[in-house]
DNA sequence: TAACGACCTAGCCAAATGGCTAGGTAACGG
DNA sequence: CCGTTACCTAGCCATTTGGCTAGGTCGTTA
């Protein structure tokens, strides 16, 4: 953990005066103006580039190595891509600090963000204008940035003692897309090339991970964890 | 219809110079000021009011009468809300367009904006910076502006031949709320004070009109559609 | 008044589901 | 080599479901 040097530097000494360097990643127009408007309003912020795909932020993130990337994980059809690439730039880019900034509140996505090295989980409907700034700054720093409700969701979810159990598999997530789409265990085994007896087991430890007791609601929680 | 006026006055001449005065409505802050930035970008436009809240926007489309009202349906808990505000505007404020910014694309509501009286439809991930001005623009001549993947949904809409029968009825809702949350039909009965009778009643009705066949899909499609 | 829509209830039956136990394989890392 | 994880299969049984037909009350609107 780099940041326990921090203690030994005085922090106006590291970077004096210096601007924060910040790229920003989100595949809207509007979200990427006013992101820049709020931030470079103050002084001491600098938006260097704006991303609007995966592989466009990689791109900005090697170039220009930012201190901070303001993401949405949402760039694309794939979900799972942007837990990836938060990852792989925690990874391989440690000096750049990773906040994201989702549309949606879900406990999964916003433990497995952080899991993967995210610094900081805001919520776009619940930022105001000053946080986003004081956000940043706290960020690179080295502090992890929690958004009002997503400190609550953190919470609960060590609270509750469900740690590993609550991945769910490839398969799991395929079944579940196809039960979606209103499709029995008989035709889901058809077209899975498995049998209806595999298709319930998946359902059964897919139901036990999100804690749902009828398919319905399997649908309901996979919707709201924004896997589907 | 006063749009059919136009035709005998000349455009130029109505409003020599004027700029277009907008009110925006959005629980975001990043959305308000990136909309205000890239309005703004080109003079002839002017917000002058921003809104929060659904009384919110009543009470600044009363006060300040703007030319064009550019409003996230989504302002708080109730999504109903949203469409009465807008038939409520476009009834009592002919004057004032409502040009809907939308997060999600959903048939539904986007054909239910445009029965309330909403003069247009843009999705906030999909609009590039120089579609907003040209959007408000447009509207403001008392077009009808669709977004690029809105226009299709519509035509969707228009060709399969469910005009009435796709409107879910309150109680309908109600019992696919408690289904989504895993709930049995017996249970269901239970909580609602009716017999279980009427739960598969309500259920069927919905299964037609959402077109689906398991409640897995009702609730996947309500979701789908924003009436979750 | 009659028609309509939303709401409520009942019963039937085949099919689907949920919840369980009890097996199996293959791949990976300690 | 052993433990773990993901994956696959089988069978049992009570309960739930989907889909149907056939009634009923209200309140609004034509």
């Known amino acids: 953990m780099d940041r326990d040097i921090r203690s030994d530097v005085p922090l106006g000494r590291r970077m004096p005066q210096a601007t924060t360097r910040i790229v920003v990643a ?12 709020i931030l470079e309003r103050n002084s001491g912020f600098a938006v260097i580039a704006e991303a609007t795909s995966y592989d ?8 220009h190595g930012p201190d901070v990337l303001i993401i ?6 794939d979900t799972t891509r942007g837990f990836k ?18 549309n949606t509140l ?24 000053d946080e986003l700034g004081k956000g940043v700054k706290a960020v690179q720093d080295g502090e ?11 919470a609960h979810s060590l609270g509750s003692a469900r740690q590993a159990n609550e991945r769910l598999t490839d398969r799991e997530l395929d ?21 209806e007896s595999t298709v319930k087991f998946h359902l059964q430890n897919a139901s036990k991970k999100l ?13 709201g964890a924004g896997l589907l």
Do not use: W
Request: net charge positive.
């Open 26 to 37: 989100d595949r809207n127009v509007i979200t990427r103006v006013g992101l820049r408007s």
């Open 56 to 63: 466009a932020v990689l791109d900005a993130v090697d170039e």
């Open 175 to 195: 079944v579940i897309k196809l039960v979606a789409k209103g499709l029995s265990n008989k035709q889901i085994a058809t077209q899975m090339f498995v049998s």
């Open 211 to 223: 804690g749902a007791h009828r398919r319905a609601e399997i649908v309901h929680r996979a919707t």
């Open 144 to 154: 992890t940035v929690l958004g009002k409700g997503v400190g609550k969701l953190v």
């Open 106 to 129: 879900s406990e999964m996505i916003v433990v497995e963000a952080l899991r993967r090295g995210a610094n900081g989980y805001l919520c776009k409907d619940e930022v105001k204008a």
């Open 85 to 102: 690439l938060v990852e792989e730039i925690s990874d391989r880019y440690p000096q750049t600090k990773v906040l994201v900034l989702a």
């Open 72 to 77: 949405d994980l949402d760039l694309g059809d």
